[in-house]
């Protein structure tokens, strides 16, 4: 069965080169003869013919671009927590796009001790993003409760209350991980145990997408460097 929006004769040569790429993998060696396969299309092969892929596989099967300048901003649909108290299961950058440039940040996590001065700092000069017709979005792997619960402490106490723009919550770390900004990447140890190398919560990077989707600045700061 062809996946709708699949022309078949890609289908078949991708699914062909898919095969081949599995095949190497499995025998522990990089593919030289196959063409490269489409993420999307190696996940709708995948779907139809119900394959499950150990983990080391699918992780070299997946993207990874160091630099997304040029390229189109992954889009996503995430929970977020809107003008300081309203929480969304579903807010999603490309309902930005078109209409707005993005200021997309992300930051380790809430109730830090660096992260409050960070946000409230972009908080103050919204007024002047909103003047250049320009959206402010923050994001760290907290929760959207913790989100909620952060922007109802005082500045006094340590919290962010007062800041009005999205903050998303990337709970699941995808989005973090497709923006290349995931400190940290999970594997398997030889006992076959889920392991990760890093404290898995983002770094300070900070993208700038322009009105077609394209990102046109990037920047990425280790933890302690505040932007």
Same mark, same amino acid.
């Given at each position: 069965?062809?996946?709708?929006?699949?022309?078949?004769?890609?289908?078949?040569?991708?699914?062909?080169?898919?095969?081949?790429?599995?095949?190497?993998?499995?025998?522990?060696?990089?593919?030289?003869?196959?063409?490269?396969?489409?993420?999307?299309?190696?996940?709708? $092969?995948?779907?139809?013919?119900? *394959?499950?892929?150990?983990? =080391?596989?699918?992780?070299?099967?997946?993207?990874?671009? %160091? !630099? /997304?300048?040029?390229?189109?901003?992954?889009?996503?649909?995430?929970?977020?927590?809107?003008?300081?108290?309203?929480?969304?299961?579903?807010?999603?950058?490309?309902?930005?796009?078109?209409?707005?440039?993005?200021?997309?940040?992300?930051?380790?996590?809430?109730?830090?001790? $660096?992260?409050?001065?960070?946000? *409230?700092?972009?908080?103050? =000069?919204?007024?002047?993003?909103?003047?250049?017709?320009? %959206? !402010? /979005?923050?994001?760290?792997?907290?929760?959207?409760?913790?989100?909620?619960?952060?922007?109802?402490?005082?500045?006094?106490?340590?919290?962010?209350?007062?800041?009005?723009?999205?903050?998303?919550?990337?709970?699941?770390?995808?989005?973090?991980?497709?923006?290349?900004?995931?400190?940290?990447?999970?594997?398997?140890?030889?006992?076959?145990?889920?392991?990760?190398?890093?404290?898995?919560?983002?770094?300070?990077? /900070?993208?700038?997408?322009?009105?077609?989707?394209?990102?046109?600045?990037?920047?990425?700061?280790?933890?302690?460097?505040?932007?």
């Amino acid at each position: 069965v062809i996946p709708t929006g699949v022309e078949p004769v890609t289908y078949c040569l991708e699914g062909i080169a898919l095969s081949i790429e599995l095949r190497d993998l499995q025998a522990g060696k990089e593919s030289k003869g196959a063409p490269k396969v489409s993420l999307p299309v190696r996940a709708k $092969i995948i779907g139809r013919a119900g *394959l499950f892929l150990p983990f =080391q596989v699918a992780k070299r099967l997946a993207p990874t671009h %160091a !630099v /997304l300048v040029g390229r189109k901003a992954p889009l996503f649909t995430a929970p977020a927590v809107l003008d300081g108290q309203r929480i969304v299961p579903d807010f999603k950058l490309e309902s930005l796009i078109g209409t707005k440039t993005i200021v997309l940040y992300f930051y380790p996590k809430d109730f830090s001790g $660096i992260c409050p001065k960070e946000l *409230l700092a972009f908080q103050d =000069q919204l007024p002047e993003f909103e003047k250049r017709n320009c %959206a !402010v /979005l923050a994001c760290s792997v907290d929760s959207d409760v913790s989100h909620k619960a952060w922007l109802n402490t005082p500045v006094s106490e340590g919290g962010i209350q007062g800041v009005t723009y999205p903050l998303i919550s990337d709970f699941t770390k995808t989005i973090t991980a497709q923006y290349g900004v995931l400190a940290g990447e999970y594997d398997y140890n030889e006992e076959g145990h889920l392991i990760c190398d890093g404290p898995m919560i983002p770094y300070r990077g /900070l993208f700038v997408i322009d009105k077609n989707g394209l990102v046109q600045h990037q920047v990425v700061n280790f933890f302690t460097l505040v932007r």
